[in-house]
């Protein structure tokens, strides 16, 4: 447990100062808008291809992990599933809460993983973080899309959408020149490995500066049933899950720990964005991202510490 507070302290530090810079306008918000889409399109890219073009995924269980997160995510939305009567029943959430409800509880904050494992687990953490995503981006996107259009009376993109969508995310797209360079076998040259270092090591504090300057801690003053609905499947549900998942498949050491950071981090901030466009209630889900960040200062650490302890 002390691994993961250790791990944790200095990424709440620096989203405690994008918080700060923010609050004070140090950065405007239109800047703040550019620093996300030099973190998403650039930065963490640059990353993602030089840990996944090095790594030696033979000594690695990559399968195992995809296999271990892709069942949790689909553990996860059969049970909001089931649960959905209750909901819109006698708990009177309504159709677009539910897809907020689901999207708090399935999807995760790509950065602070990555951030968070580079710390614990080094070059290696941050392959296995990048079979994450591979593993969980595309299933969840096709789920909290169909959701969306079922429940929030959103429209479904169409196949082909939704695959060009897929190929020209930059997570996805990074994922794959990585692999693709792995497969072939050829080192990169110097210059460019010490470019894509110098590139994807910005990553790791400009994105976690972005993060914190979109906490909106105002939306804290009245936390209710659908947020802490939300909190509890994402945070303490989604790596109870994981860790089952993981013992089924064998998962022990630094692959166990990817796999519980990917499931004990707060959900995705951008799952606020695609409520906005596709009719879901975006007020509870800024809510309930504010709500989860701050919940897993404290979970975070005991998740890791319970259910992956170190040695």
């Known amino acids: 447990m ?3 507070i250790n791990a944790l302290v200095p990424v709440l530090l620096i989203m405690g100062l994008g918080r700060a810079l923010a609050s004070f306008r140090i950065i405007s918000e239109e800047q703040w808008r550019g620093i996300d889409t030099l973190s998403y399109q650039v930065l963490f890219p640059a990353l993602i291809v030089l840990n996944l073009a090095s790594v030696d995924f033979a000594a690695l269980p990559t399968y195992d992990l995809g296999a271990t997160l892709l069942l949790t995510v689909l553990a996860m939305t059969a049970l909001l599933l089931i649960l959905r009567p209750l909901m819109m029943g006698p708990l009177k959430i309504d159709g677009p809460a539910f897809t907020s409800i689901v999207q708090g509880s399935t999807r995760w904050m790509t950065s602070v993983a990555l951030v968070l494992c580079a710390g614990l687990y080094g070059p290696e953490g941050v392959a296995l973080v990048s079979v994450a995503m591979v593993a969980m981006i595309p299933v969840l996107n096709l789920i909290n899309v169909t959701i969306l259009a079922l429940y929030a009376g959103g429209t479904f993109p169409g196949p082909l959408k939704f695959l060009k969508d897929l190929a020209t995310n930059p997570l996805i797209a990074s994922c794959a020149i990585g692999l693709a360079l792995n497969l072939v076998g050829l080192p990169l040259p110097d210059f460019l490995t010490s470019a894509l270092r110098t590139t994807g090591a910005a990553a790791l504090a400009i994105g976690l500066l972005a ?62 964005l695609l409520a906005r466009k596709m009719g879901g ?31």
């Open 281 to 311: 209630d975006a007020p509870l889900m800024a809510e309930i991202i504010a709500l989860q960040t701050v919940a897993a200062i404290f979970t975070f650490p005991l998740a890791l510490g319970l259910l992956a302890p170190a040695g």
């Open 211 to 272: 993060v914190g300057a979109g906490i909106d801690l105002s939306r804290l003053r009245r936390p209710g049933l659908r947020l802490t609905i939300a909190a509890v499947l994402r945070l303490a549900g989604m790596p109870l899950m994981a860790a089952g998942f993981a013992a089924l498949f064998g998962l022990e050491g630094t692959a166990l720990g990817v796999a519980i950071v990917c499931t004990a981090v707060p959900t995705a901030s951008a799952a606020y």
């Open 2 to 4: 002390l691994q993961a």
